[in-house]
């Protein structure tokens, strides 16, 4: 079902794979070492691969949906948020997001929200002077649970003074449209980073674009 942009209020951006893309440069460099006679799409194989090294929750939940162990899966991927280190990778602006933000920022109230540790968040938003933009960071630890738990977007949407139903969640994977759907927003899910169109319709996003940047053409 499309998004209804009469009710969005405030907007709420994951980071990996949807303001970032340094994940699929990473993605890039691996796949150039898989041997394409074992693997069928080496490109395909290798951004899995990423995923699972930079995002475990988000493998581990794809798997869950499979065996039918979601709320068990959903315990593990909140210790993992919690008990995981920081990371000082290096990250890359998705093209066109600083100049899609500037004018969002005039409409909107808008916050990240991250299951990434606070430190490699904000080294992000600073890296890019995208700070400014957001009257709220959420990240790992912020609330009780990560996503794909509603918390994240629930404090949010608190701390923006908007309710969770007038919020809109944006993001590239299944935890980002389940911690949205959970909370009550609207979601979008972005083909940029590591969600497939079909999976991510199946969780329920409102709405799929191939760019985090296509925002701006459902949000007129």
């Known amino acids: 079902m499309p998004i209804n942009p009469r009710k969005v209020q405030a907007l709420c951006f994951d980071v990996d794979g949807t303001l970032s893309d340094t994940d699929d440069l990473y993605a890039q ?18 951004r899995r691969l990423v995923m699972w090294i930079e995002s475990p929750g988000n493998a581990l939940l794809g798997l869950a949906d499979r065996l039918g162990l979601d709320d068990e899966m959903v315990a593990v991927i909140n210790w993992l ?14 093209p066109g997001v600083d100049e899609m933000l500037k004018q ?14 606070e430190r490699g968040t904000l080294a992000f938003l600073e890296q890019y002077d995208l700070r400014k933009y957001f009257d709220i960071v959420i990240t790992g630890l912020s609330a009780e649970h990560t996503k794909p738990y509603p918390d994240p977007i629930l404090l949010a949407a608190k701390k923006m003074n908007v309710a969770p139903e007038n ?42 674009i191939e760019n985090t940047t296509k925002l701006l053409e459902i949000l007129k």
Do not use: W
Not at 30 to 45: A, E, G, I, Q, R
Not at 104 to 117: F, I, K, N, T, W
Not at 173 to 201: H, N, S, Y
């Open 81 to 94: 948020s919690r008990h995981r280190k920081h990371s000082d990778k290096k990250f890359l602006l998705v």
């Open 104 to 117: 969002l920022h005039r409409r909107y109230p808008m916050s990240v929200v991250s299951a990434r540790d």
């Open 167 to 208: 919020c809109l969640m944006i993001g590239d994977t299944t935890v980002d449209i389940r911690a949205g759907k959970a909370a009550g927003a609207q979601t979008v899910g972005v083909l940029c980073g590591f969600g497939e169109e079909p999976e991510l319709r199946k969780m329920g996003a409102d709405e799929i």
């Open 29 to 46: 460099k691996v796949s150039k070492y898989l041997p394409h006679f074992l693997f069928k799409d080496p490109n395909h194989t290798a």
